[in-house]
Structures are given as C-alpha cells and as structure tokens.
C-alpha cells in the first residue's frame, strides 16, 4: 500500500489552493518551487514535476500539464518494492480531461526504473548562466 510520508496531505491542500489562486490570477506557474529530502516539486511554466522517496525505497513521480484550454493532464509512476518477497509493484497512471487510466505489473526482480526526467533550473539560474 503506498503511504504518504508525514505532511504530505498538508502539502497536498496547500498546492491545491495555490493552484486555485494563481489560476484565478492567471499566474505563469502552476505550484511553488520545493526542494526537501525526499521530496522534489518543480514549476516550469504551465506544468510540474513532482518526485517522492520514501524511506521504504517507495518512488512516485509524476508531471502535470496545463493545455490550452486550461485542463490539466497528469502522467505518472509508483514504484513500490515488497522486499519480504523479492518483488515490485510499479503502476503507471494517466489522467486528464477523458478520464483515469491505470496500468500495474508485480514482478520480481530488479525494480522498474522511474523514468528520467531532466534536472530542472531556477529562471534566475538560467539567466545568470546566459550572461
């Protein structure tokens, strides 16, 4: 069973209401930035990317996207290990304006990787490395 890590739903409604206000706003990014152990959240014009470790080696990652017409679509992973029998639980996820789609595979072995997704930089970062 995947667990939240301690603050996670606090976290949660505080994105929520961020992503209201800056919606009615009509703010260039979607959520703030948040780098903490274990937790990475990165906004990047009208999208995100959200990464989660767990100490019990549980990954979630996830991007959202905002499109034209003001949806948003999410694509994501858990990767779960159940080390007591050798195995991992990897569910991929899609959500969007058509709906929810899951897929799930439990297998044992090497754990499926999350996909890699790019560092990302601050705005400030990038122009200060422009010169």
Request: proline share 11%; charged share 10%; glycine share 10%.
């Amino acid at each position: 069973m995947f667990r939240s890590p301690p603050g996670f739903c606090a976290l949660f409604a505080i994105l929520l209401v961020n992503l209201a206000s800056g919606a009615l706003q009509n703010s260039p990014t979607l959520v703030p930035q948040i780098r903490t152990n274990g937790f990475q959240l990165e906004p990047l014009n009208q999208e995100y990317f959200l990464r989660i470790e767990q100490p019990g080696g549980t990954i979630r990652q996830e991007t959202v996207k905002q499109n034209e017409a003001g949806h948003l679509q999410v694509n994501g992973v858990i990767n779960q290990p159940y080390e007591d029998h050798g195995a991992h639980l990897v569910v991929t996820y899609e959500a969007g304006p058509n709906g929810y789609v899951a897929k799930y595979s439990y297998g044992k072995g090497p754990p499926t990787p999350p996909p890699q997704f790019p560092l990302f930089l601050s705005p400030n970062a990038l122009k200060s490395g422009a010169g």
